[in-house]
């Protein structure tokens, strides 16, 4: 069974630039959620789609907005990119029989210039 | 405030010592208990989870939760090389039929030396 895949692998963008990520879950799993991970606040949730609705979202600007379509891939975009937003971008996705397990991606890394 | 802390380390153990490692949590209504382990450039990797009514073992892991402390630790028998990794505490908060959000600690860094 094909795990979590995430593109890109690597992204570098400049400031003001806007950028969008792709995630496929693992076959089967509904739930896609999003964390943002650097070094100095590690794994910060962004937000938890499921069935195309967004049912949970963390505390992260405006700027930062997903989506889900109906094959449960989903994408996240951050518009207006600042260097703050330079990090990894992990997607997970979760349920089935797995329901209490969340399995990540390889993730994407964001350098913003 | 929901907030999950962990010693950062790091932690280093001889080969073939236990490894213990540490997590508080300050939200009573905590249901779900995981440790995730992250490798170097790598994603990271679920190896325990418990829920709020009891311990849990699996072969040499085990994850043990104090309520009344409102600590989570994960035992690491018989340390090999290969167990060299952050770990991660994460928490869930709450119910529902999905998972989603979870609270990560900032985790903490073991080294397990020949």
């Known amino acids: 069974k094909a795990g979590v895949t995430q593109t890109p692998r690597y992204l570098i963008k400049t400031r003001g630039q806007q950028v969008t990520l792709s995630c496929s879950p693992i076959s089967g799993h509904r739930s896609v959620s999003w964390y943002q991970q650097t070094p100095g606040q590690g794994l910060q949730f962004l937000f938890e789609y499921f069935s195309e609705t967004q049912r949970n979202k963390g505390n992260f600007p405006g700027r930062f907005s997903g989506r889900q379509f109906s094959n449960s891939r989903s994408e996240m975009n951050v518009s207006t990119l600042e260097l703050g937003d330079s990090a990894l971008y992990l997607c997970a996705s979760s349920g089935g029989r797995t329901n209490e397990k969340l399995f990540f991606g390889s993730g994407t890394q964001l350098s913003v210039l | 405030q929901k907030e999950v802390e962990q010693n950062s380390g790091p932690l280093s153990v001889p080969e073939g010592a236990i490894a213990s490692l540490n997590c508080t949590y300050s939200d009573r209504g905590s249901q779900s208990f995981f440790w995730y382990r992250q490798y170097s450039g790598k994603s990271p990797e679920l190896i325990m989870f418990i829920y709020s009514n009891g311990d849990k073992e699996d072969g040499r892991f085990t994850a043990q939760l104090n309520k009344a402390s409102q600590y989570v630790s994960l035992l690491i028998r018989d340390s090999q090389p290969s167990d060299s990794a952050t770990y991660l505490c994460?928490?869930?908060?709450?119910?529902?039929?999905?998972?989603?959000?979870?609270?990560f600690g900032r985790g903490t860094q073991l080294t397990v030396w020949p």
């Open positions: 994460a928490v869930k908060y709450g119910g529902g039929s999905t998972l989603g959000r979870l609270y």
